[in-house]
């Protein structure tokens, strides 16, 4: 029973790149979440969607940032013209209720 | 009002002592409380969660206490062990947003 998976684990992005992160939740779970983690602190609610679905996107910033969850395949967070600040662990959730799973993160380097 | 608030931000415990990390939060509509536990380079892992119908949870050597009139509540390790070493995370949701509201986190070390 395959955990919640995400690749790559480690990107490489110059300034100005497209970033694409991607997520396959748990069996069963049609709800994922993905949050970011900056170096030394807390996680931070992104954006929530369910099978082509956008639930909540609250945590997004306005700009550069998109993530969909289509029928078939994985979920993907799109981070366009990357900056040094976008340097950062992004984890992906998946849930069928209110717990929660995470998969072993992506870890984006912003040169 | 959507801020948990996570103390101390680190801790050391000897082997065998009692780690005691604190949460407390301000919305009264959050209805969910997990702990997470995240080694360096992974993801956090579900540890325990509570709700707020009881005031008690215990798995094992890890014991959630929760004060829904103070709104806190707390994770216990009980003879703590080395391989506990970690970043704890406290996290608050409801079952109208989903989305988890994480601490600061606290990073413990326990020493032999």
């Known amino acids: 029973n395959a955990g919640v998976m995400q690749n790559p684990r480690h990107l490489v992005r110059r300034r100005g790149q497209e970033a694409r992160l991607r997520c396959s939740p748990m069996?069963?779970?049609?709800?994922v979440y993905w949050y970011r983690q900056l170096p030394e602190e807390g996680l931070k609610f992104m954006v929530y969607?369910?099978?082509?679905?956008?639930?909540?996107e609250s945590g997004m910033p306005k700009e550069r940032f998109s993530a969909e969850f289509p029928k078939e395949g994985p979920s993907i967070l799109r981070i366009q013209q990357v900056v040094r600040g976008d340097s950062a662990a992004y984890f992906c959730?998946?849930?069928?209720?209110?717990?929660?799973?995470f998969g072993p993160g992506t870890r984006l380097t912003v040169l | 009002q959507q801020q948990v608030k996570q103390s101390p931000q680190s801790l050391i415990v000897q082997k065998g002592g009692i780690s005691i990390i604190n949460c407390a939060y301000e919305?009264?509509?959050?209805?969910?409380f997990p702990w997470y536990q995240q080694f360096p380079g992974k993801g956090p892992a579900l540890l325990i969660a509570?709700?707020?119908?009881?005031s008690e949870k215990k798995e094992g050597r890890f014991t959630i206490s929760f004060n829904k009139s103070a709104k806190q509540f707390s994770l216990h390790i009980m003879d703590s062990q080395p391989g506990d070493s970690a970043t704890y995370f406290c996290?608050?949701?409801?079952?109208?947003?989903?989305?988890?509201?994480f601490g600061t986190g606290t990073r413990l070390q326990v020493f032999p």
């Open positions: 959730a998946s849930s069928r209720t209110n717990e929660q799973f």
């Open positions: 069996k069963g779970h049609s709800h």
């Open positions: 969607l369910q099978k082509e679905n956008i639930i909540d």
């Open positions: 919305n009264t509509a959050f209805d969910y």
């Open positions: 509570i709700r707020p119908d009881v």
């Open positions: 996290a608050a949701t409801s079952a109208d947003t989903d989305k988890l509201i």
